[in-house]
């Protein structure tokens, strides 16, 4: 297990080496939820690298990851824990012939033998020889109540399940919530966490990304790549594209042995960028080839590309 940083610049380059370019802004939040033993709450677009850094962690300070990825209808079994019914049963068979007092059954049925460990309780086992690494994904796809199921871990980092008591973390985990903003987190959640709105890049380090992440591609082609996004985001979309969107693109380019942005290449692989209908017809045609202009332009170093 890798020592925690000691600073906001040691943050910054521990996720370097796993290819993680955070700014200063996103830098400071997570080094203090390291330091401060609080949950980092993650907001922003789509594809801006929020469940990314949870990844990132794990990997560069050596700890499992432990993902729930939330949805409609998740609740206490399919997040925390869940008694296994099925064994309980056999249990309470095999019973029958041995004359156990009902108190004594009830005791055995309910011990943590019979006990399934969801993500939640996983990530607080005090059995865990290190702590790893929580990620709750994607928070504002559960429904709003299932959030009063988090209150106790995020501020305690424990959980009280009534057939047993409370099993509290023998050291806190490093929790990373994430939200789309499809829907308000309630306030209780956020005031448990350090908070950071996760905004796309600006063109210089979303270009730093795309050349980390595909070492090998042109820098001038990068810098197109980048431009032609940039401006796909001042658009009104219905989805904007993310970081996520123009790295894939970039290697889409690269398989297809791109040098520049061809306009016909562009067309087609536009369903790479975006992924609504209405959004590839807004922009293919006469705006794909202005956005394709000047992109070119800036990748050249003209008006605007400095």
């Known amino acids: 297990m890798v020592a925690l940083p ?9 996720l370097s080496r796993a290819d ?5 802004d996103l830098a400071t939040v997570v080094y203090l939820g390291l330091r401060l033993q609080r949950p980092v709450f993650l907001e922003g677009e789509p594809g801006t690298g929020k469940t990314e850094i949870a990844r990132t962690l794990a990997k560069v300070l050596e700890r499992p990851l432990i993902r729930l990825q939330c949805h409609e209808g998740l609740d206490l079994a399919g997040a925390a824990y869940e008694w296994n019914y099925a064994r309980q049963m056999i249990e309470i068979r095999l019973s029958e012939g041995e004359g156990l007092s009902r108190e004594a059954l009830s005791r055995e049925l309910f011990s943590e033998r019979f006990l399934i460990r969801r993500a939640l309780l996983q990530s607080i086992d005090p059995a865990q020889p290190v702590p790893p690494v929580l990620l709750i994904d994607e928070i504002d796809r559960a429904d709003a109540p299932f959030e009063a199921f ?7 980092y424990a959980m009280t399940i009534p057939e047993i008591g409370t099993v509290r973390a023998a050291s806190p985990p490093i929790v990373v ?10 306030d209780a959640v956020k005031r448990r966490c350090l ?14 990304i795309v050349q980390r992440r595909l070492p090998g591609i042109d820098q001038q082609l990068s810098r197109a790549i980048v431009a032609f996004v940039q401006g796909l985001r001042q658009l009104d979309l219905y989805k904007l594209p993310g970081i996520a ?3 894939e693109w970039s290697r889409a380019l690269l398989e297809l042995d791109s040098i520049e ?46």
């Open 6 to 14: 000691a600073s906001i610049e040691d943050t910054q380059q521990l």
């Open 20 to 24: 993680y370019l955070a700014d200063t």
């Open 150 to 156: 988090l209150l106790e871990l995020l501020a305690d």
């Open 177 to 186: 919530l994430t939200s789309n903003r499809t829907r308000e987190v309630h």
């Open 195 to 208: 908070y950071h709105w996760v905004g796309f890049p600006s063109a210089r380090r979303e270009a730093e």
């Open 245 to 247: 969107e123009t790295i």
């Open 261 to 306: 942005l061809d306009p016909a290449v562009v067309q087609h692989t536009l369903g790479v960028l975006l992924k609504y209908q209405d959004d590839i017809a807004a922009v293919q045609g006469s705006e794909a080839m202005r956005l394709i202009d000047e992109a070119r332009r800036i990748a050249a170093g003209g008006p605007g590309g400095a």
